[in-house]
């Protein structure tokens, strides 16, 4: 079965600190892709990343990074620097192409709360 | 601006009475589908659709309906509504073609129902 599980249901951290989210996924296929959303506390969901598996490098977006290991079958996500308008429930998501719902399977999500 | 929109945003209402969740989309995307969000459980698919007139169950369809007679809209159906759909409900879409399935979805702002 397929799985995403998101460990730390809640960080806090003070403004400027590095934070890093958990993601480990259980799946027995060799295709998938792998997602990030964030939901700030107005409560839409904001897309960030999307991953296939046969990509492994690590990716930046400004203060944004994600470690991709299929050893581990972990996606985790890094805020550098962190700010308080990075306080939000943070997903993270499997899809299985060979799933014909094509649906998203989410974990449970991390709030993080950054503090000033 | 590329959207997709759900109304209401919220309702509250009583056991038993009909009620239907827009939702709309301006993106010409194929796919579309409707997630639920409870505490502790992430986001699960309710329904999804891969076209118009083609709409197939996800992992709770238990208590809805949907149909997709045009390609931007894909309405949420609670004919008998209980209080255990009381949620938050998104409705995304998404590309979908050969070759390019597992897109990223594009998510609503939300719907948050209560069933007293």
């Known amino acids: 079965a397929q799985k995403v599980t998101q460990a730390q249901t809640e960080i806090s951290v003070v403004e400027k600190e590095d934070v890093t989210l958990d993601c480990v996924y259980e799946?027995?296929?060799?295709?998938?892709?792998l997602f990030w959303y964030k939901q700030p506390p107005s409560g839409e969901l904001v897309f960030l990343i999307r991953r296939n598996s046969f990509d492994e490098q690590n990716e930046i977006s400004g203060r944004y990074s994600w470690n991709f290991q299929k050893s581990t079958s972990s996606f985790n996500f890094t805020i550098t620097a962190s700010q308080v308008v990075d306080s939000a429930v943070y997903f993270c998501?499997?899809?299985?192409?060979?799933?014909?719902?094509?649906?998203?399977?989410f974990g449970s999500g991390t709030r993080l709360l950054v503090r000033p | 601006e590329a959207q997709v929109t759900q109304n209401p945003r919220y309702l509250i209402t009583v056991t038993g009475k009909k009620l239907t969740v827009t939702c709309s989309q301006n993106?010409?995307?194929?796919?579309m589908s409707w997630y639920r969000q409870d505490p502790g459980l992430g986001l699960r698919q309710i329904y999804y659709s891969m076209n118009v007139e083609v709409t197939d169950k996800g992992d709770v369809p238990e208590g809805y309906k949907v149909s997709r007679k045009e390609k931007r809209n894909f309405p949420l159906i609670l004919e008998s509504p209980s209080p255990n759909q009381t949620s938050l409900y998104f409705c995304?879409?998404?590309?979908?073609?050969?070759?390019?399935?597992?897109?990223?979805?594009?998510f609503g702002d939300g719907t948050r129902l209560s069933i007293l």
């Open positions: 995304a879409s998404s590309l979908f073609y050969r070759g390019a399935q597992n897109q990223p979805q594009h």
């Open positions: 993106m010409n995307h194929e796919y």
């Open positions: 998501a499997l899809s299985d192409p060979m799933d014909s719902s094509y649906k998203l399977i």
């Open positions: 799946t027995r296929d060799t295709t998938y892709y």
